[in-house]
């Protein structure tokens, strides 16, 4: 399944993107907002496209080159919280515009062979990086070496699991017998933690716990914080960021760095901005999609 960008009118709107201006795309992907970013910006602006994943940054490299009257566009192969490092290696003193899709995209999810997702049995790594070196910290290592209470905090504190505490538990157990290698010996190990009914509600009963071993492996709560805090040094006066969330824990944590800048930025929508029901229809992974922006004051 091809990746479709979330809330793409919304988002491009609410960068309210100036002709020949300077923007960001801080999650490029495959490059669905940048293209229309770029078109938005013409031959005059200027767009860097972030992205962890290079092949996905050379995917959104061919697909934005074919453009005619394109802007100038730096393609960089980083982690959005560097985003001042990122512009002052590029000699950008200030942007008009910043847009962060937080969410994964679906070739992460249906064939990154990283074990993002519960469907396909794969190695448990869950990181950005498509070759993650040995320092860094994956799934297998945490559900593998870290003990029964981390685990649990990180299922509880990242996703809200309910039953946090009993799949941590299982999980001790289940090692005791063996290294835990695969996603699908994860999700059997989950599916004996939880209640019958819990495992045949409407979303996957292994949902909660991807989600929040993919969130610390690759510390996204501290990256969020990163790329906010840096906000107010790299936007002029009027511009906007836009941050794409796609489930509570994020959104929480995205309104609430957004508001401990006041002095500094304004929040546009009081609510977020949501899928429309036609969006949904084309594309219903976008239905947990919530989209904030904030202007530089």
């Known amino acids: 399944m091809s990746h479709i960008p979330v809330l793409l009118h919304e988002s491009l709107e609410g960068l309210a993107i100036q002709e020949g201006g300077v923007y960001v795309d801080c999650t490029t992907n495959r490059g669905g907002h940048s293209l229309e970013i770029a078109k938005a910006l013409g031959k005059n602006g200027t767009l860097v496209c972030i992205d962890l994943d290079q092949v996905a940054l050379e995917e959104a490299k061919n697909k934005l080159d074919a453009l005619e009257d394109k802007p100038t566009i730096h393609y960089v192969h980083s982690n959005f919280r560097h985003l001042q490092a990122v512009l002052a290696d590029l000699q950008i003193e200030k942007v008009n ?61 990242f996703a809200d699991e309910t039953y946090s505490r009993r799949i941590a538990k299982r999980i001790i157990d289940a090692r005791q017998r063996g290294k835990i290698e695969t996603t699908l010996q994860l999700v059997d190990i989950i599916a004996s933690a939880v209640p019958a009914d819990y495992r045949h509600k409407k979303t996957h009963f292994a949902t909660k716990t991807f989600q929040a071993l993919r969130m610390a492996v690759n510390d996204e709560l501290g990256s969020i914080h990163d790329l906010i805090s840096s906000l107010p040094h790299v936007l002029q006066v009027g511009g906007r960021a836009a941050i794409i969330t796609f489930h509570s824990t994020e959104d929480r944590i995205v309104k609430k760095e957004l508001r401990s800048l006041p002095e500094s930025l304004t929040i546009i929508n009081k609510k977020a901005i949501v899928p429309t029901d036609e969006e949904l229809e084309h594309n219903p992974r976008a239905r947990s999609a919530q989209l904030r922006i904030a202007e530089k004051i």
């Open 97 to 157: 515009g910043v847009l962060a899709d937080l969410g994964l995209s679906s070739q992460e999810l249906d064939s990154s062979k990283r074990g993002f997702s519960f469907r396909f049995d794969e190695p448990l790594l869950m990181t950005f990086h498509a070759s993650p070196s040995e320092d860094m910290t994956t799934a297998y290592d945490i559900v593998n070496t870290w003990n029964e209470e981390s685990i649990a905090d990180v299922l509880y504190g």
